[in-house]
């Protein structure tokens, strides 16, 4: 039974106690001091049932908006996490799943701690939500919020960016944490080729280029003033 519940029952069990205690009055106490202890009572029980209403009408609107938040999750491209502050899970979008290859169901409830490291289904999860387990971490942003970090891991080759948030109620409390991630390994290991493309061919250019070069420099040398056109070209 959760708190909330557990607040109502008290609450009905003392309204239960109280209009048994007015009923009694009727036959213990003066008409006037019995008639006044069911005016208290009913005042009571008015202030009972708009608590009660305020309590679902709130309830509600949290539920609204947090329907709202998922569906803004699920419908983002990059991974997006939702975690309270003891790194339970709340939500994960299809993204996520396809980013650490796992369902939802088996992720949903589940606390992310360090020691999730020695499951290799879990591994790469647990160093995004703790890149300070990761191979390499670099801190982005500065100090506050949101927080960005670069991660990259091994065993597989991965490279991310996390922007990690704050989910705060109206009165400025986290109620919980929200991690975007990016995976930037296609677009980073393509830049990587290019470079490596690049490099390659300069080397290989750089050797028939010299030739090339060396050659007209010789046949300048031996060419005699008696063909000055095609010294010009040559040259």
Request: glycine share 2%; proline share 5%.
């Amino acid at each position: 039974m959760n708190k909330e519940k557990k607040v109502f029952w008290l609450f009905y069990i003392l309204l239960t106690l109280a209009f048994a205690i007015s009923v009694a009055n009727f036959f213990f106490l003066t008409p006037s001091l019995a008639g006044l202890n069911l005016i208290i009572f009913a005042g009571f029980v008015f202030i009972f049932l708009k608590a009660a209403k305020n309590l679902s009408r709130l309830k509600t609107e949290a539920s609204l908006k947090a329907t709202e938040l998922k569906t803004v999750i699920e419908n983002i491209k990059d991974g997006a996490l939702i975690y309270d502050q003891n790194f339970i899970i709340s939500a994960m979008n299809k993204a996520s799943e396809e980013i650490f290859a796992l369902p939802s169901e088996e992720v949903i409830s589940k606390k992310i701690e360090p020691a999730l490291m020695k499951n290799p289904r879990l591994k790469i999860l647990t160093q995004v939500v703790f890149p300070s387990l990761a191979p390499t971490a670099s801190q982005i942003s500065q100090d506050g919020w949101p927080q960005i970090v670069d991660i990259s891991t091994d065993d597989p080759p991965r490279q991310f960016r996390t922007t990690l948030n704050r989910l705060l109620d109206e009165d400025g409390k986290t109620l919980g944490f929200l991690k975007l991630i990016q995976d930037l390994t296609r677009e980073k290991g393509i830049a990587q080729s290019k470079e490596e493309f690049i490099t390659i061919a300069s080397h290989q250019l750089r050797t028939p280029l010299t030739a090339i070069n060396w050659s007209f420099e010789h046949l300048l040398k031996n060419l005699d003033d008696k063909k000055p056109e095609l010294k010009e070209i040559v040259s």
